[in-house]
């Protein structure tokens, strides 16, 4: 005869049955994205890691007002970006995919060239070698020449870059509308479903 699930036994089924989402933070402007993306996914069936470089911390408390520490929502593992052994360093680690938002063109660098310098490249460079979702959100400009070949080389290796290029047909009525437009592509590119902006149906 089996016996019934206890309560503690079920949420760490539930736990197990989660898919994982990384999301890593970086330095350039944009914290706002980052925030919002964070407060929309579903806690209930992802376990989101989130890695944050010294600068991606600096520039969110500096941009949202408050540290990154005391911003995450519940449930949410964050991590240092010298820590090599969390799991999600290892490619045997069954994640969904990665966002880097935002994004800066130092850490697209990187991962243009193959370099893992901090547990954001590698995390990245995991999710290349392993065909993952890797989803990079840059905020800079202008673009010169060598960011815009380091995007193409990365689109070629398989990530999808999703600059932070807010669209305005919707009408947006004030700055959280135009930060929820980029991060609604995020979730669809992430397959999703959100209704933070509406699909594109014009009638004239």
């Known amino acids: 005869m089996t016996e019934s699930l206890s309560t503690?036994?079920?949420?760490?089924?539930?736990?197990?049955?989660?898919?994982?989402?990384?999301?890593?933070?970086?330095?350039?402007?944009?914290?706002?994205?980052?925030?919002?993306l964070l407060r929309v996914l579903p806690r209930e069936e992802l376990q989101v890691h989130v890695v944050a470089s010294r600068s991606g911390r600096m520039v969110y408390e500096m941009e949202v007002g408050v540290s990154l520490e005391e911003d995450l929502p519940?449930?949410?593992?964050l991590?240092?970006?010298?820590?090599?052994?969390?799991?999600?360093?290892?490619?045997s680690?069954?994640?969904?995919?990665?966002?880097?938002?935002?994004?800066t063109m130092g850490t697209?660098?990187?991962?243009?060239?193959?370099?893992?310098?901090?547990?954001?490249?590698?995390?990245?460079?995991?999710?290349l070698k392993e065909r993952r979702r890797l989803i990079l959100v840059p905020r800079e400009t202008p673009?010169?020449?060598?960011?815009?070949?380091?995007?193409?080389?990365?689109?070629r290796a398989g990530a999808v870059i999703l600059p932070a290029m807010p669209g305005f047909y919707n009408r947006p009525g004030s700055v959280e509308e135009i930060v929820q437009f980029v991060v609604a592509r995020i979730l669809d590119?992430?397959?999703?479903?959100?209704?933070?902006?509406?699909?594109?149906?014009?009638?004239?």
């Open 108 to 127: 697209l660098a990187a991962l243009a060239g193959g370099i893992s310098l901090n547990l954001i490249h590698r995390a990245a460079d995991v999710c």
């Open 74 to 77: 519940s449930a949410v593992i």
């Open 143 to 155: 673009l010169n020449q060598i960011h815009l070949e380091n995007m193409l080389r990365l689109s």
């Open 8 to 36: 503690c036994d079920r949420s760490q089924r539930n736990e197990t049955l989660k898919r994982h989402l990384i999301v890593a933070v970086t330095g350039a402007s944009g914290a706002p994205y980052a925030r919002e």
């Open 93 to 103: 680690f069954p994640a969904l995919g990665m966002v880097v938002v935002p994004c």
């Open 79 to 91: 991590y240092r970006e010298d820590d090599f052994t969390a799991p999600f360093a290892s490619g």
């Open 189 to 204: 590119h992430l397959e999703i479903p959100q209704d933070l902006v509406a699909p594109w149906n014009y009638l004239p």
